[in-house]
RNA sequence: GCGGGCGUAGCUCAGUGGUAGAGCGGCAGCCUUCCAAGCUGCAUGUCGAGGGUUCAAAUCCCUUCGCCCGCUCCA
């Protein structure tokens, strides 16, 4: 189970979509208009396989009880907000005007760049050349460095006459002079744009500028905003976590590689609210909580891995803080690298401060710690993970090629993950066999998703739940009826055992229930 | 946003200007005592979309949308 998959084995993101159309997990959103890009539907087994995905997480992190580093229960509620807020509210979360990064477009090379990001070097002179580069590249420093030098003639720049300045800082006769990081010639570079990150909308009939509202970029400020009616109302003290799972909207400038980036997507987010002094210990616990978690849905492989962030690629709320790791899976696409389905990070009293600022109340919003009889904004650590993410990492880790079955292919779903948990099939449609086995699927379809089929060969059938990643196949044979007993059928194995008719739901029950 | 590749049945694909096809899959029936067996039959297409050229376009031209890969981006 642990044994790491060599990247040369692993199925191709081709082939996972492919079955993934074929079997009715995820299609192009309306499709049947071309698509619309960065957008993505499930069907019936994709839907299936999402909503046991968000309900294992709820039901492991609100409702089971879960032992905290204190040694206390954790206490967590739910709360199901609006995608549409008031709109100050993203200007207090800081999305408004550090969201809608500035970019900068180059005509020649035609490469797009953050204006924040862009620094130029060069005489302040007004007809010498200043050349720019990517602050975070040594390289292109160094090559902005080399051209300038060339340029003057010169064998290095000058600390008196040669200065570094911020793109975004620079007039727009001073822009007419620079030159791309990758261009040759001066006055490439357009002017900083806005291209926002949030889709906007119009609240009421009438579209007016005061009418502009945002679809949520995070389901995050909703937990925020109703900290304190959350406290008022429930009774819950700190430490404490609100959860909530919704959808969430980002206008991706390159939506790509399935529904890994997509532009409608789903998060499953904590703010777990603590004293400040305890969020190093409060954030481990809940990075390697959040770790063990996936790997006990089934990403249990060499495939995951627990990243904890350098410094300087920290968030500007988290800077100063316990830290910031992310939870990364080995998709087929970013192989041998790691994409992101979960963040956990400290993002100490940022949120909770700016909304109490920018409402107005200010430090009257603090928390009343009664047992301390001390007021403070709380610290959070903030697991906030995708469904769409997990949901396609769950997709990827299961296909299994195997070429000596005739789906050559099989989905090795965790079973509780499993779209469909066990098929009641007869092995011939006669002989009462048909009647038996349609008895059993009545009563294990009380509880289970379960599917029940008597056409075709009892091969093709199995081949079918191997692609939807049945874990068990029920058969009634020849013998089932005289014997009370039927074979199960283990997806992964193709082992066969014979357990009595009358156990059948208590044995998928148990292995249902088992989290190995 | 740039560059490259691709788009024909549910899937994989063939089809270079002249009646839209194959294999697999799906459905129905027969058959079938454990892994897509066989037989018979059936259904399935805006040839991604729009426009143009032509007597005639899946095929040539233009535009556009979508997917994949590489850059860029990813608060």
Request: proline content about 6%; some cysteine; charged content about 30%.
């Amino acid at each position: 189970m642990s044994e790491p998959v060599a990247p040369s084995t692993r199925p191709t993101m081709e082939s996972v979509v492919s079955l993934c159309r074929r079997r009715g997990f995820i299609f192009q959103s309306s499709e049947i208009y071309g698509g619309i890009n960065g957008f993505w539907d499930y069907g019936p087994l994709g839907t299936a396989l999402k909503r046991n995905l968000k309900q294992a997480w709820w039901s492991d992190v609100v409702e089971r009880e879960l032992i905290g580093p204190d040694g206390n229960a954790v206490d967590i509620v739910g709360v199901d907000c609006t995608i549409i807020m008031n709109p100050k509210t993203w200007i207090a979360s800081g999305h408004v005007g550090g969201f809608n990064d500035p970019m900068v477009d180059c005509r020649e090379s035609k490469a797009r760049y953050r204006a924040d990001h862009l620094v130029v070097i060069g005489r302040t002179a007004p007809d010498a050349r200043l050349f720019a580069f990517l602050e975070s590249d040594d390289d292109a420093k160094a090559k902005a460095i080399k051209t300038l030098c060339k340029y003057e003639r010169i064998d290095s720049p000058d600390p008196a006459s040669h200065t570094m300045r911020l793109f975004t800082t620079l007039s727009e006769t001073d822009r007419a002079r620079c030159v791309g990081p990758d261009a040759s010639a001066p006055g490439s570079l357009t002017e900083p744009r806005q291209f926002s990150l949030m889709f906007k909308t119009n609240v009421g009939a009438i579209e007016s500028d005061d009418s502009s509202a945002y679809l949520r970029p995070e389901t995050a400020q909703g937990i925020f905003t109703n900290f304190w009616n959350v406290v008022d109302t429930s009774r819950v003290k700190v430490p404490f976590g609100i959860a909530q799972i919704g959808k969430a909207f980002r206008n991706e400038v390159t939506p790509r590689n399935f529904t890994f980036r997509s532009r409608e997507f789903e998060q499953m987010e904590i703010e777990f609210f603590i004293r400040p002094e305890s969020a190093p210990e409060w954030y481990r616990w809940w990075r390697d909580e959040r770790f063990r978690w996936w790997q006990s849905i089934g990403l249990g492989s060499g495939n995951l891995i627990l990243r904890e962030h350098d410094r300087d690629e920290l968030a500007h709320y988290a800077k100063e803080g316990a830290g910031t790791s992310d939870i990364e899976y080995r998709f087929p696409f970013t192989a041998p690298g790691f994409g992101e389905l979960e963040g956990i990070a400290h993002r100490a009293d940022f949120d909770l401060k700016a909304h109490a600022t920018h409402c107005g109340k200010g430090e009257k919003l603090r928390y009343f710690d009664q047992e301390r009889n001390e007021r403070y904004f709380p610290h959070v650590i903030e697991p906030s993970a995708g469904a769409d993410r997990g949901t396609l990492a769950l997709l990827c880790e299961a296909y299994t090629p195997d070429p000596a079955r005739a789906s050559g292919v099989y989905m090795k779903f965790h079973p509780r993950m499993a779209p469909i948990k066990a098929a009641v099939y007869p092995l011939v449609n006669k002989e009462g066999m048909p009647e038996m086995a349609e008895g059993i699927y009545r009563s294990l379809r009380k509880k289970h998703a379960v599917e029940f089929d008597e056409k075709q060969s009892i091969g093709k059938r199995y081949a079918r739940m191997d692609e939807a990643g049945t874990p068990f196949c029920f058969t009634v044979d020849g013998d089932s009826l005289s014997s009370g007993t039927v074979t199960v059928r283990h997806r992964d194995t193709l082992a066969q055992e014979r357990i009595a008719a009358d156990q059948v739901g208590s044995w998928l029950d148990d292995k249902l229930d088992s989290t190995a």
